[in-house]
């Protein structure tokens, strides 16, 4: 999915992440089946949905008051001041649901160019608009927050789809059909989240770089140049442009490919791993970016 890097130095870090995008997808669903068959008394199912800023700051804004439930969502913002945007990239349940469906969709040929930068101000819009209408009593939150996106993509898009797959089995094998509830604005849904994996086509996370207001808000409380987890590239960069290509989130400038758009960056360290030279590090890891190496004058 991500590539490799022939030095092997951005391995572990990238399977760290996938483990925990891994693990977080797994909690999420297990915690949206905990709401239809509670089977463990006092288990927070609707945990993911108080880690989301997007929705606690609406929230807030519309109870003209901070929510206490909303405490875990204060927990990200002060990660994310501290680490950079990795909840997008190792925790969001909508995110690694994205990249299975870039890695599933596998675009061919040429790759179409890239939105200009000035879409990205889509989801400080969105955001604004979130915002304002929070202040009136309006929930627009629940159309573009990841968290609140992601029970919806998978509870009411994905499992009835799967369920009906299931059905002619379940009839064939015991005789019985799975009888389910039909939700309202299914047709809505399916438009909806069709419309964004058919987006990644053009670009991958296409959602999180342009709309997200999620994103917005991280984006505003990351501290580009004081992150514990940035981006750095040493002088054995060659400016070949594989990171540019490959970053998922267009943070890195393609005219200037050794500096980094620090509050796109989600961390995910994709660009280490596939840099042919070794030449991306990020702080806080394992070791800085390797040197440039030295001219050995006695090879040809």
Same mark, same amino acid.
């Given at each position: @999915? ?57 929230? /807030? ?20 001041? %501290?680490?950079?945007?990795?909840? &997008? ?7 690694? /649901? ?27 819009? =969105? ?20 968290? /609140? ?9 994905? =499992? ?32 909806? =989240? ?11 996370? =296409? ?12 984006? %505003? ?5 004081? /992150? ?20 998922? @989130? ?14 796109? &960056? ?35």
């Amino acid at each position: @999915m991500d590539g490799g890097n022939p030095r092997g130095a951005a391995q572990p870090p990238m399977r760290l992440r996938r483990a925990c995008q891994a693990l977080s997808l797994a909690l999420f669903l297990g915690l949206l089946a905990a709401t239809a068959w509670p089977l463990v008394p006092g288990l927070p199912v609707d945990l993911f949905v108080r880690l989301d800023p997007g929705l606690f700051l609406a929230a /807030s804004l519309a109870g003209r008051t901070l929510l206490a439930a909303g405490l875990p969502a204060l927990a990200v913002l002060a990660a994310t001041a %501290l680490l950079g945007r990795v909840f &997008c990239s190792h925790v969001c349940p909508l995110g690694t /649901s994205l990249d299975l469906g870039r890695w599933a969709l596998r675009p061919r040929g040429r790759r179409p160019a890239a939105p200009p930068e000035a879409w990205r101000k889509g989801k400080y819009l =969105f955001l604004l608009l979130i915002a304002a209408a929070a202040v009136y009593g309006l929930d627009l939150a629940c159309f573009g927050a990841p968290l /609140s996106l992601a029970p919806r993509l998978y509870g009411l898009v994905l =499992f009835p789809a799967l369920r009906e797959l299931a059905d002619p089995a379940a009839v064939a094998l015991l005789g019985l059909p799975l009888a389910g509830p039909r939700f309202a604005l299914t047709l809505f849904h399916l438009l909806f =989240f069709g419309a964004m994996f058919a987006l990644l086509r053009r670009a991958p996370r =296409f959602w999180c770089r342009y709309l997200c207001p999620t994103g917005a808000v991280l984006a %505003l409380a990351a501290w580009p140049g004081r /992150s514990l987890h940035r981006r750095r590239v040493s002088d054995a960069c060659t400016g070949c442009g594989t990171c540019v290509r490959r970053c998922p @989130m267009g943070a890195i400038p393609e005219e200037e490919p050794r500096t980094t758009r620090e509050r796109e &960056c989600i961390g995910c360290r994709t660009c280490a791993a596939v840099c042919p030279e070794g030449a991306v590090a990020f702080a806080g890891g394992a070791g800085r970016p390797a040197a440039a190496p030295a001219v050995d004058l006695g090879r040809r």
